[in-house]
């Protein structure tokens, strides 16, 4: 019974709160015109962003799964640029395994490192390493 009368007291004090909110007019955006959204330039999808130097092998593995087919060999380094001194044994470890077993063909999964097969490849081929890219 009392934490049902402490609930009633917690709504009532923050009803009464809203009553006294309700009544201070906010500003009047009746007159703010919308924003030009006409002048933006959409993103660069083929170009993931890594802004903080020192990525994360994860974060580098990301990445490069964001890279579009047609732009692997121009997106999978500018994100390889951004990986971490720490991260890099790891990464390094993960490519030695994955790039064998699931990227060494024409046909091999990873052709597409955005696809399931790829990373279906990449989980059951290489899970100790990947295991380790996702920790560092």
Do not use: N
Not at 46 to 60: N, R
Not at 99 to 108: D, E, K, L, V
């Amino acid at each position: 019974m009392r934490a049902g009368f402490m609930w009633s007291a917690i709504l009532m004090w923050t009803l009464a709160g809203c009553q006294d909110a309700a009544l201070t007019p906010g500003p009047d955006l009746s007159q703010s015109a919308p924003p030009d959204l006409s002048q933006a330039a959409p993103p660069d999808l083929a170009q993931p962003d890594l802004a903080v130097a020192g990525a994360s092998c994860a974060k580098t593995e990301m990445c490069i799964r964001a890279c579009m087919p047609a732009m692997l060999s121009t997106c999978v380094p500018a994100c390889i640029a951004k990986l971490s001194a720490t991260a890099k044994p790891y990464f390094d470890s993960l490519q030695a395994c994955s790039g064998p077993a699931c990227a060494s063909s024409a046909s091999a999964p990873c052709i597409d490192p955005g696809s399931a097969a790829c990373a279906t490849c990449v989980s059951t081929q290489c899970a100790s390493q990947d295991g380790a890219c996702q920790l560092h």
